[in-house]
């Protein structure tokens, strides 16, 4: 039993943070100064991309991405719709039709074939996620999108760290959008970074984000309008902290998912974490446990109040985007993403962050064993 909550994300923080907000807050700029453009700059070389154009958010960050490639009314995107909504709203804010391909059932990732089969004449772009921090079949996307000559738009705000082939993830796309907010495990509030290669869509990213200092004291006229979505220097500094501990941060929270598998590896009907063969390395944005096929959407669910009534925080995981209010003018139906709402029904997000201490990944384990065997025992593993 606990006497306190336990939160699905609690960012990790030390001195090193609290003392670079302060020496922020003491600068005679708290926006449009030094300390967002020195994040950009080494954020840009952690990754080993050529630009870093740090945005409000990530949603903002992909709206820009689509506008530096004039997707608009009347063009299509494919995406994932096992992912975060804000992926599919930026399409939708740039005016364009997100068109949604199925998931590997292991991966959570687009399947390139099935993507390939959505391709249609008005297709302008691929957004392809890492999900929930494991890397896309990179490789096979890039071969879909090299022959069909469409850029390929890397969503890694569910994922910072990860490898594919021994190379981190937000280097695979032509453009790569990271996000800042919890429950990333960079966190500085708010705040995202979109990094690419090319000087053409770099120079469009930070025209379409804000104008430039010395632009702010006149009357400017210009062909790109900014949505002034530019991050201050309170979340840069937060944000260069955290970057220059991301490998700190990223080994702690190795070791409470090295926790967590050891007190649920024997909670039989899940399926367990899994990693694809060409996935070198997996750093999960949440734990997500995928409970077994005889478990219902309602079961599930059942199982996520249980854990709440025990003070446990945590979260259907996730609903599939083809079937909220929004897209239903799309022509979605229960049933066309068979594999995405299959996953979707089952998964339940579990805190995970470094302050989980072992007693409490047991109890929540234990906790969440007992509703399970309320709702659904003796499930099918797969």
Same mark, same amino acid.
């Given at each position: 039993?606990?006497?306190?909550?336990?939160?699905?994300?609690?960012? &990790?923080?030390?001195?090193?943070?609290?003392?670079?907000?302060?020496?922020?807050?003491?600068?005679?700029?708290? #926006?449009?100064?030094?300390?967002?453009?020195?994040?950009?700059? *080494?954020?840009?070389?952690?990754?080993?991309?050529?630009?870093?154009?740090?945005?409000?958010?990530?949603?903002?960050?992909?709206?820009?991405?689509?506008?530096?490639?004039?997707?608009?009314?009347?063009?299509?995107?494919?995406?994932?719709?096992? #992912?975060?909504?804000?992926?599919?709203?930026?399409?939708?804010?740039?005016?364009?039709?997100?068109?949604? /391909?199925?998931?590997?059932?292991?991966?959570?990732?687009?399947?390139?074939?099935?993507?390939?089969?959505?391709?249609?004449?008005?297709?302008?772009?691929?957004?392809?996620?890492?999900?929930?921090?494991?890397?896309?079949?990179?490789?096979?996307?890039? !071969?879909?999108?090299?022959?069909?000559?469409?850029?390929?738009?890397?969503?890694?705000? !569910? /994922?910072?760290?990860?490898?594919?082939?021994?190379?981190?993830?937000?280097?695979?796309?032509?453009?790569?959008?990271? @996000?800042?907010?919890?429950? #990333?495990?960079?966190?500085?509030?708010?705040?995202?970074?979109?990094?690419?290669?090319?000087?053409?869509?770099?120079?469009?990213?930070?025209?379409?984000?804000?104008?430039?200092?010395?632009?702010?004291?006149?009357?400017?006229?210009?062909?790109?309008?900014?949505?002034?979505?530019? $991050?201050? @220097?309170?979340?840069?500094?937060?944000?260069?902290?955290?970057?220059?501990?991301?490998?700190?941060?990223? /080994?702690?929270?190795?070791?409470?998912?090295?926790?967590?598998?050891?007190?649920?590896?024997?909670?039989?009907?899940?399926?367990?974490?899994?990693?694809?063969?060409?996935?070198?390395?997996?750093?999960?944005?949440?734990?997500?446990?995928?409970?077994?096929?005889?478990?219902?959407?309602?079961?599930?669910?059942?199982?996520?109040? &249980?854990?709440?009534?025990? $003070?446990? *925080?945590?979260?259907?995981?996730?609903?599939?985007?083809? *079937?909220?209010?929004?897209?239903?003018?799309?022509?979605?139906?229960?049933?066309?993403?068979?594999?995405?709402?299959?996953?979707?029904?089952?998964?339940?997000?579990?805190?995970?962050?470094?302050?989980?201490?072992? @007693?409490?990944?047991?109890?929540?384990?234990?906790?969440?064993?007992? /509703?399970?065997?309320?709702?659904?025992?003796?499930?099918?593993?797969?």
């Amino acid at each position: 039993m606990i006497t306190s909550p336990v939160f699905l994300s609690d960012p &990790d923080m030390t001195a090193a943070e609290l003392e670079a907000v302060n020496l922020a807050m003491q600068a005679a700029t708290l #926006s449009g100064g030094p300390i967002v453009e020195e994040f950009e700059s *080494e954020f840009a070389a952690w990754l080993g991309r050529k630009y870093a154009v740090s945005m409000a958010s990530g949603t903002l960050g992909l709206l820009e991405v689509l506008r530096a490639y004039k997707i608009g009314p009347g063009d299509e995107v494919i995406a994932s719709a096992y #992912s975060w909504r804000e992926t599919a709203h930026a399409i939708v804010l740039a005016g364009a039709k997100p068109v949604f /391909a199925d998931v590997d059932y292991w991966s959570g990732a687009m399947v390139p074939t099935l993507v390939e089969q959505r391709i249609s004449d008005k297709t302008r772009a691929i957004i392809a996620g890492n999900t929930n921090g494991h890397p896309a079949p990179w490789g096979p996307l890039r !071969e879909v999108a090299r022959r069909h000559r469409l850029p390929l738009i890397e969503d890694s705000t !569910e /994922a910072i760290g990860s490898t594919y082939k021994n190379t981190l993830v937000g280097t695979f796309g032509d453009c790569a959008v990271f @996000d800042f907010s919890q429950p #990333s495990p960079l966190t500085c509030g708010q705040g995202a970074m979109v990094v690419t290669d090319n000087d053409e869509i770099a120079a469009a990213l930070r025209q379409f984000r804000s104008r430039r200092p010395q632009e702010r004291s006149s009357v400017v006229g210009g062909t790109r309008v900014p949505h002034q979505a530019p $991050m201050s @220097d309170l979340t840069a500094a937060l944000g260069l902290a955290q970057l220059r501990r991301i490998d700190e941060i990223l /080994a702690r929270r190795k070791r409470i998912e090295a926790l967590y598998f050891k007190h649920i590896k024997s909670f039989e009907g899940i399926k367990d974490p899994y990693r694809a063969p060409d996935v070198t390395d997996v750093h999960w944005m949440l734990y997500v446990v995928h409970m077994g096929a005889r478990f219902s959407r309602s079961s599930r669910d059942a199982i996520v109040e &249980d854990l709440k009534t025990e $003070m446990v *925080e945590a979260a259907a995981y996730c609903h599939p985007l083809h *079937e909220q209010p929004h897209y239903a003018g799309l022509g979605y139906r229960r049933g066309s993403l068979r594999v995405t709402e299959k996953i979707a029904d089952r998964g339940v997000a579990l805190p995970f962050h470094t302050h989980l201490a072992e @007693d409490r990944i047991a109890f929540i384990v234990s906790t969440m064993k007992d /509703a399970s065997i309320n709702v659904g025992a003796g499930s099918a593993i797969y």
